[in-house]
């Protein structure tokens, strides 16, 4: 009887209540909270749920421990959907929980491959294994269908020791540190003699190795003279950004924010110019003649058209001294352009829910030069996808993003957004310059260090004077694919071993 009567509980306790709750507190780990050791708590919780689970509990509980995780920290598109989309509270409310329950599928593979794994070596199976298979499933949530890769576990490391780790292998190898130190953890609790003296040495070896590791910044060089910089933070709330009445202010207001700085490079965020490049040349001009007269190079967001195409880019012009023009290559799926047969499209118009749909920019692109300057571009949310970052790489000295935040104005998106272009700063070994419609811009060293910083929701001037830098770290030279096939490998060597063992 008693037995009836604590199943449930226990089902309740150990299926639903635990994952969630451990998902939703590792969120404390990101920024603005920025709690590490309670990630690797929550994340030390999760592999102890996984400890015996067979594959389809495991996938059971990295689910949950998914809807946690990515309903506490990605609530932040409601506001987009809702308040600038249009759309109905309850629409808004399940398309936020779609996103969390697919982005949930990911955390749920890692369970379902530990699940798999569960007769190996306890030591191994902790250590290795179940790193193995949430790096694969990270991986695969940052590539499959264009990838979102927000809140890859490897952020939560930007502010510790353990980031000097950035350059060898990009945040997804940051997140499998994570994982291996929670695995450590456990056994330190609960694992056979052998596992806890394994991890008694893994802890005590860790600053021996990461003495041994060259700091990130001696990766890369310095390359030619200081560049004097500008940031342009304008400060349009989105409600007003496509207002008509608002248009000459908006324009007024970047050309004289630029007139004050005595800079070599001025940069302004995303589509800070809130229309298409052809319908203000005599703007344009004006604002690259004045550059010109300064020897200086402004990089305006504007939208733009090719020939006598009709899709609309969004863009980066390099105006004044400097030359070239970057278009954004990845763009939001459902946000940008919509992957929708034309019947959907016609629903939404009812709904009168605005959509878009952006031409994607070449793969390859001319890279935007300041004198001897080469810059290294990305637009939104194209800084979370380090292979894009390093298309740029190593010919790029400065690495630089324009950013729209005001979408999500009011949340945790834009510190979580700060806290991806710093580890796409430590990646790269160069300093990254941050130009955020209402905040937050930064200059960012590359070390990952914040330089200089605007609050949100004011007009802000960030001058600094930025080093430009040469060379190769690990993660340039090789991106994702050592990761990628580590966690290939491992995860297959995992399965055969864990059916051989299950056979015997």
Same mark, same amino acid.
């Given at each position: ?44 919780? &999760? ?25 506490? #920290? ?32 990911? !955390? ?44 890859? &576990? ?60 060259? %700091? ?7 390359? #030619? ?107 939001? %799926? ?19 829910? !605005? ?75 160069? !300093? ?12 960012? #060293? ?59």
């Amino acid at each position: 009887m008693a037995r009836i009567v604590l199943r449930p509980l226990r089902v309740a306790l150990f299926d639903l209540l635990l994952p969630a709750a451990f998902g939703a507190l590792s969120v404390q780990g990101f920024a603005p909270y920025n709690h590490a050791a309670v990630a690797w708590l929550c994340m030390a919780g &999760l592999v102890a749920l996984w400890w015996r689970s067979g594959a389809r509990r495991g996938a059971w509980r990295g689910f949950v421990f998914g809807l946690g995780l990515f309903g506490a #920290g990605l609530h932040w598109p409601f506001v987009s959907i809702h308040y600038y989309g249009n759309a109905p509270v309850p629409l808004a409310v399940v398309l936020v929980c779609l996103l969390a329950a697919y982005l949930s599928l990911f !955390p749920m593979l890692a369970g379902a491959l530990a699940g798999a794994m569960r007769r190996l070596p306890r030591t191994a199976w902790a250590l290795v294994f179940v790193p193995a298979s949430w790096l694969l499933s990270e991986l695969l949530r940052g590539w499959f269908m264009t990838g979102f890769p927000w809140l890859s &576990l490897g952020y939560v490391l930007v502010d510790t020791p353990l980031t000097d780790l950035a350059p060898l292998g990009g945040v997804y190898f940051l997140g499998a540190c994570v994982m291996a130190a929670a695995g450590a953890l456990l056994l330190l609790l609960a694992g056979s003699v052998t596992g806890r003296l394994v991890s008694v040495m893994l802890i005590a070896l860790t600053p021996v190795f990461l003495w041994w590791v060259p %700091p990130a910044i001696d990766w890369t060089a310095p390359s #030619g003279e200081p560049l004097r910089t500008a940031i342009i933070q304008g400060n349009f709330p989105q409600a007003v950004k496509w207002d008509r009445n608002w248009f000459q202010p908006t324009l007024d207001r970047y050309r004289r924010l630029t007139r004050q700085v005595d800079a070599d490079l001025v940069v302004w965020p995303e589509v800070a110019v809130p229309t298409v490049a052809r319908n203000v040349p005599d703007y344009l001009q004006a604002v690259s003649a004045a550059a010109h007269a300064k020897d200086q190079t402004v990089l305006v967001g504007v939208m733009t058209q090719h020939g006598d195409s009709d899709a609309y880019y969004n863009s980066v012009l390099a105006l004044g001294a400097g030359s070239g023009r970057f278009d954004k290559r990845h763009l939001v %799926p459902f946000g940008e352009y919509f992957p929708l047969p034309d019947f959907a499209k016609r629903w939404l118009d009812q709904l009168d829910m !605005p959509y878009s749909n952006l031409g994607r920019g070449a793969d390859h692109q001319e890279p935007i030069r300041t004198d001897d300057t080469e810059l290294g571009l990305s637009i939104c949310f194209e800084d979370a996808f380090g292979r894009e970052v390093r298309r740029a790489l190593p010919a790029a000295d400065v690495l630089v993003n324009v950013t729209n935040d005001a979408w999500f104005i009011g949340t945790v998106a834009a510190a979580q957004h700060l806290e991806i272009s710093r580890l796409r700063a430590l990646e790269a070994g160069r !300093p990254l310059l941050r130009a955020a419609n209402t905040g937050i811009s930064a200059v960012i #060293g590359p070390t990952g260090r914040v330089l200089k910083r605007s609050n949100q929701l004011e007009i802000a001037i960030l001058e600094a004077t930025v080093q430009p830098r040469s060379g190769v770290t690990p993660y340039v030279r090789f991106g994702n694919t050592p990761v990628w096939f580590a966690a290939l490998l491992l995860t297959a060597l995992g399965l055969a071993w864990g059916r051989r063992r299950r056979n015997i």
